[in-house]
């Protein structure tokens, strides 16, 4: 009885999960040593992203549980899964370049905002830029126009100064 409870328990910390993150991507992660596997761990955990590994047939019952169809393809063999609360791109993006220098890493899937989603979808994300990036090329875009008018004010003031001399 205590370890259906146990079950029980870990699904539901599973869908709090689901529910709670911003994105979740799932890895098969064979083929890794301990000390890759706690770099990779090193990596996520800096990026405020919970990396773990649950029994399939567990989160298939909380992936039921919270209605995200088609993630039973995705959650066979080995599988390790990435949480992310805060950012969208972060989890995406660690374990990409992580896999591109590990081989033996493979990306499976993973859940985008509540929708699940495929590898390349995954692989897409991870070449967005992250949230700073984000932040930094609005505010690129926003002073544009304020540098052009400075930039303008600046040479009729310079060509009013011809004129005058």
Do not use: C, W
């Not at 890895?27 to 990396?51: C, F, M, P, S």
């Not at 899964?81 to 591109?100: G, L, R, T, W």
């Amino acid at each position: 009885m205590a370890n259906v409870d146990q079950k029980k328990q870990v699904v539901e910390e599973i869908s709090t999960h689901f529910r709670e993150s911003q994105s979740t991507v799932f890895v098969d992660y064979r083929g890794l040593n301990v000390a890759e596997i706690t770099q990779l761990r090193k990596e996520l955990r800096e990026a405020n992203i919970e990396y773990k590994v649950y029994k399939n047939t567990l989160a298939r019952r909380a992936a039921a549980e919270v209605e995200l169809e088609g993630l039973q393809d995705t959650l066979v063999g080995p599988t390790a899964v990435a949480f992310s609360k805060e950012d969208v791109v972060a989890p995406a993006k660690i374990i990409d370049k992580f896999a591109k220098e590990h081989e033996a890493l493979e990306i499976k899937g993973g859940v985008i905002e509540g929708k699940v989603a495929t590898v390349d979808q995954i692989q897409e994300l991870a070449k967005l830029p992250d949230y700073n990036g984000l932040v930094s090329m609005l505010l690129s875009v926003l002073q544009a126009p304020v540098r052009n008018l400075a930039y303008a004010t600046k040479a009729i003031a310079e060509q009013k100064e011809e004129q005058e001399a």
